[in-house]
């Protein structure tokens, strides 16, 4: 069986997407999501907040960077990714973030009036996106890769139940 690494989360930005560019110029935004979770502890419901950092790579980064400000609701699918780097001193450090394939604004920003503003925008990026980065801060290998496979066509594979290798059995 295959191994699974997909990410499905919708929370807040904490800060405004920072839009930086690898050497060979591909563009990345990198921002961070909170997730509110309320958990009951005893008689009483606590709310519980997790922060993610979150980066978008190509052109969506780009289009949606002025859209991705502090406190912007979105939806995000992506795959977990961890860096491992050495510091200076030799002691190994990792960190585990998360990289969108397909990002949703939804609702609005919180403004100072208690209410929302905003739309919703959505950005798919239809191509796989994995990598193994080994250096903290470097998405030019990352980048490469999302740059082979978006040239790459999108195929989708469908089942004909008419089709004699599929099996007969399956109650749906």
């Known amino acids: 069986m295959a191994d699974v690494n997909v990410v499905v989360l919708i929370g807040r930005l904490t800060r405004d997407a920072e839009l ?3 050497n060979g110029g591909f563009p990345v935004a990198n921002f961070a999501i909170a997730i509110n979770r ?3 502890n005893g008689d ?4 519980e907040v997790n922060y993610f950092d979150v980066s978008l790579f190509g ?11 502090k406190g912007k609701q979105v939806g995000i699918e992506g795959e977990l990714r961890q860096d491992r780097w050495e510091q200076p001193d030799g002691q190994m450090r990792n960190k585990v973030f998360i990289v969108a394939n397909s990002l949703q604004l939804l609702g609005g920003t919180q403004n100072g009036n208690g209410g929302m503003s905003g739309g919703g925008y959505s950005a798919n990026q239809n191509f796989r996106s994995g990598y193994h ?3 903290r801060g470097s998405y030019e290998n990352a980048a490469q890769q999302h740059t082979d496979y978006a040239q790459e066509p999108y195929v989708q594979n469908e089942y004909d139940a008419s ?9 749906f």
């Open 44 to 47: 009483q419901w606590v709310e």
């Open 59 to 69: 052109r969506s980064a780009e289009t949606l960077k002025q859209y991705l400000v």
């Open 133 to 135: 980065n080994q250096n």
């Open 20 to 22: 930086k560019y690898t």
């Open 163 to 171: 089709d004699p290798g599929f099996p007969s059995d399956i109650p």
């Open 38 to 40: 309320r958990r009951k």
